[in-house]
């Protein structure tokens, strides 16, 4: 099950069905394993355990993006920090655990406006982030959660792509639990 987000996700299905598709065909336990066996030190900036799936091909989208796959682990009471793309979707898909994606836009003075209904989701189901869109994930419940989860490279690069909204950065305010 995909879901969406106010302003919705609906050009992002047709735009991203080549990834949204290789998602699918990604098997949960040979991430798990990578993850518990493989997985170095946390993202500093994001806040989780990121790591590539080299082994899996880039996918050309038609919204012009090469898209590449990376795994993900958020642990219990941890939290993807604040952030925001400009350029391509991030869809996720939970393979473990149970969690919120809220999402924001950015206001006046590059303030955060946060949506008031957060989007809960859990393992078998599948996320899209539009381009532009502020998010953070949050973890429910004792479980890690594990995704998988599929953007350009450039998301992963505070240089190019990857603009963090915590309030010490950029003048966005910090995230609140």
């Known amino acids: 099950m995909v879901k969406e987000f106010e302003g919705g996700a609906e050009n992002s299905l047709t735009q991203i069905k080549p990834v949204l598709d290789r998602l699918e065909t990604i098997d949960p336990e040979t991430v798990k394993l990578k993850l518990t066996e493989e997985a170095s030190e946390k993202d500093s900036v994001a806040g989780i355990v990121i790591e590539p799936l080299p082994e899996l091909e880039s996918v050309s989208a038609s919204d012009r993006q090469e898209y590449e796959f990376y795994a993900a682990r958020v642990g219990s009471g ?100």
Request: charged share 25%; hydrophobic share 35%; glycine share 8%.
């Open 78 to 177: 941890e939290h993807v920090n604040p952030h925001v793309h400009f350029a391509g979707e991030e869809p996720y898909r939970l393979i473990a655990g149970k969690g919120v994606m809220h999402i924001g836009t950015i206001g006046e003075d590059n303030a955060v406006v946060w949506q008031d209904d957060p989007i809960f989701v859990k393992s078998g189901e599948t996320i899209i982030v539009k381009a532009g869109q502020v998010h953070s994930f949050e973890v429910i419940g004792e479980e890690p959660v594990i995704f998988i989860f599929s953007c350009p490279e450039s998301h992963l690069n505070d240089d190019q792509d990857r603009l963090m909204t915590t309030e010490h950065q950029n003048g966005f305010p910090e995230y609140r639990n």
